[in-house]
């Protein structure tokens, strides 16, 4: 069974660095697409990031040049490293696998809050 468990989220003030992480069991991630989606209070969950197999990078206009899918490590954890935060980017981040044969998963989400 894919499970995958976020951790890394909380407070940080506008201006400031976060790092989420996401471990994954149950599967390699490494034969996965990295995404991370967002969803705020009333809103509509939002794609934020996606790192293909190959390395590529894509990013949501709002986020781009602040935040940096790093991919993962040998631990099976994937990265998501948010600078120059916004108060807008107040949200429960998701860490999402996905592959055509091997299936799509989501973790559970956890809350990050950019306030003064």
């Known amino acids: 069974q894919v499970q995958l468990v976020e951790s890394g989220g909380g407070l940080v003030q506008p201006g400031g660095s976060l790092r989420l992480s996401c471990l994954a069991s149950g599967t390699n991630i490494s034969i996965y697409a990295l995404n991370w989606y967002r969803q705020a209070p009333g809103k509509q969950r939002e794609f934020v990031a996606a790192?293909?197999?190959?390395?590529?990078?894509i990013y949501a206009d709002s986020v781009k040049g602040r935040f940096t899918d790093s991919g993962h490590n040998a631990k099976n954890t994937m990265y998501l490293q948010m600078n120059s935060r916004k108060p807008e980017d107040t949200a429960n981040y998701y860490c999402?696998?996905?592959?055509?044969?091997?299936?799509?998963?989501w973790g559970q989400g956890i809350q990050v809050t950019v306030s003064s």
């Open positions: 999402q696998l996905d592959e055509s044969k091997a299936g799509t998963y």
């Open positions: 790192i293909g197999r190959g390395g590529a990078t």
